[in-house]
């Protein structure tokens, strides 16, 4: 597993420019762009179980969501960040993709240390050094137990 | 319990009776924006579309402006795939190709209105509170589930109360209010939060609100609200909205806020944010003497008539400078047709600007006005991330449409309080 660390803010245009959002919407359309502009080889290099550790901010921007799809599609199993930018997390929650806003575990982090994630206990060990991360809310957690907000849609009409 | 605009408003939707900050609410947005993107919406939920219908046909807002006219045979099908579907479900609110950029389409046409909840699948929905209405940004994904089931969750913010103090000086406008105050918080300074301004904004127009309010999400707000006043309602009038179609949401006097800031507005200078983030905000004059060879004046952040009249009040008997491009956009057909009755769009074509069609063009880089490498733009749009512009390696810089103006003659930044020779 790959741990690729970047810096604060950053934008939904680093992620997923712009000039291609009304022209890839589908995960094989959008994952040859993906961090195109910010970090070229990740796109052909990323495999699937890697992790992304980012500063302050990740995901400013655009409410446009080929970053996430892009970053579910190729297998990222969860972005760690001091923080995130509100379009994205929720987007995040739609699409399942793990986020963990967790600034310890991005400041204990230098590159080369070993990463390993427990989600079911909430745990994150970076080198030696352990971190927990809380539970999302019950509301937000059956969206994601339910494979996104499109299944969750589905059966919620179904039901009715 | 004294509650913020954002608290109250969300437990009036959710029907509590008070809410707190972490909460999460069920709701019902009055309507549901969505642009280009429709088509891609729509084809995640097509076979529920043919089972359950959408919710309801008053709740989408349609408006075709990020790719328009078509660049390419996919924008153009993009267009006929949500046409159709208008046409299917009997969408009432569609705006073809031609209309404006969404954000201010929703605001002229009077679809956002005191007291209102909306969402959009696109992040500069904050636009609406400048008419005191809570509006945010969601995904398309989102969009489409509420599509079919005009409901979603939202948690209930923190709230940021900015309180505006003194008289802004001449030649220093709402664009620099905003700039500066992003580049005093940083892009993530209001992070989930709802914003709202206070004090002496009685000297700002709605024009100039939205301005502000526009740029909420490049402080990381999830919504910016200006409380409605006299000016509020003199300008629905004026588009034909009566106070008895609305009823206007306060904060309370003794709400609680998670952070309260205050700025004098004298002490502001015409600001400039530099590449490639919002708030890497200098002032003009730290930076006067860059050259550009592009400049943008328009978009939904400062595509009015007030900022097309600031920059022919200074283009004038003005040349653009022969090294720059002057791109002007203005942001719906409206705008465009009151700027020809004045006689501004003569003056800004006779200096030398290139009129687009009312929409997003420039903006986001999909096409009109994409920049070469090593090019410099100034643009009064609310982004200048890497790449925005469609070029990784050209540099995009955000002023006020003075600056702009100013600058697009001299050839380079220029501060708007320079005499223009």
């Known amino acids: 597993m790959k741990v690729w660390k970047y810096d604060d803010n950053i934008n939904t245009d680093m992620l997923f420019p712009g000039k291609y959002v009304y022209t890839c919407s589908t995960p094989e359309e959008i994952k040859p762009h993906l961090l195109e502009d910010l970090d070229p080889p990740f796109a052909k290099n990323v495999r699937e179980g890697d992790i992304i550790l980012a500063g302050k901010n990740f995901g400013c921007g655009s409410s446009r969501e080929q970053p996430v799809v892009g970053l579910k599609t190729v297998g990222i199993v969860a972005v760690v960040a001091e923080s995130f930018a509100r379009i994205f997390y929720r987007s995040s929650i739609n699409q399942g993709l793990l986020l963990i806003e967790c600034p310890d575990v991005v400041k204990a982090y230098s590159k080369g240390d070993n990463v390993t994630l427990d989600i079911e206990h909430g745990k994150i060990i970076v080198g030696e050094k352990s971190f927990f991360f809380p539970k999302l809310p019950e509301e937000i957690l059956s969206i994601r137990d339910a494979g996104g907000l499109l299944p969750y849609t589905r059966a919620k009409l179904k039901k009715k | 319990m004294d509650m913020t605009f954002a608290e109250k408003i969300l437990a009036k939707y959710s029907g509590e009776k008070e809410v707190v900050p972490a909460q999460i609410v069920t709701v019902k947005p009055d309507h549901l924006l969505t642009h280009d993107n429709t088509a891609p919406i729509i084809q995640k939920i097509k076979p529920e579309l043919t089972e359950y ?69 696109d992040s500069h929905t904050c636009s609406y509170g400048a008419v005191g209405a809570f509006s945010s940004g969601i995904d398309r994904t989102e969009a489409a589930a509420l599509m079919l089931t005009g409901e979603t969750w939202l948690k209930v913010p923190n709230s940021i109360k900015i309180t505006l103090e003194g008289k802004l000086q001449p030649s220093v406008t709402a664009k620099d209010v905003v700039l500066h105050i992003i580049g005093d918080i940083s892009a993530s300074g209001a992070n ?58 306060y904060p309370d006097e003794d709400a609680s806020y998670s952070k309260e800031l205050k700025y004098n507005l004298s002490d502001i200078t015409p600001v400039v944010a530099l590449p490639h983030s919002v708030d890497n905000v200098k002032k003009v004059i730290e930076v006067e003497g860059l050259d550009i060879q592009q400049c943008l004046i328009g978009t939904c952040t400062n595509g009015r008539l007030s900022d097309f009249k600031i920059a022919a009040q200074i283009l004038k008997g003005k040349k653009v400078h022969p090294n720059v491009r002057l791109l002007i956009l ?56 890497k790449g ?10 955000l002023a006020s449409p003075a600056t702009v103006a100013v600058s697009a003659v001299h050839g380079k930044i220029t501060d708007p309080r320079k005499e223009v020779h």
């Not at chain 2, 046409?87 to 929703?106: A, R, S």
């Not at chain 2, 100039?208 to 609200?225: C, H, L």
């Not at chain 2, 925005?388 to 810089?397: F, T, V």
């Open chain 2, 330 to 385: 203005p942001s719906s057909r409206q705008v465009y047709l009151d700027a020809l009755k004045e006689g501004i769009i003569d003056t800004l074509i006779e200096s030398g600007g290139i009129l687009l069609p009312p929409g997003c063009g420039p903006c986001l880089g999909a096409h009109q006005g994409v920049l070469a490498p090593k090019e410099r733009c100034l643009s009064t749009a609310n982004r200048n991330f």
């Open chain 2, 192 to 249: 989930y939060c709802s914003v709202e301004f206070h004090g002496n904004i009685e000297q700002f127009s709605v024009e100039e609100r939205f301005t502000i309010a526009n740029m909420g999400v490049e402080m990381g707000a999830k919504n910016a609200f200006f409380p409605v006043d006299n000016i509020t309602t003199k300008y629905l009038k004026s588009i034909g909205i009566s106070t008895s179609q609305y009823t206007a949401i």
């Open chain 2, 53 to 121: 219908g959408v919710y309801n046909k008053s709740l989408p807002i349609i408006v075709l402006d990020h790719v328009i006219p078509a660049a390419s045979e996919k924008t153009a099908n993009n267009h006929k795939i949500i046409r159709e579907f208008v046409k299917n479900h009997k969408i009432e609110h569609f705006f073809d190709v031609g209309y404006g950029v969404c954000h201010q389409i929703v605001v002229e046409k009077g679809l956002a209105l005191p007291g209102e909840l909306l969402l959009g699948s």
């Open chain 2, 388 to 397: 925005r512009m469609g070029c990784k390696d050209a540099e995009i810089y």
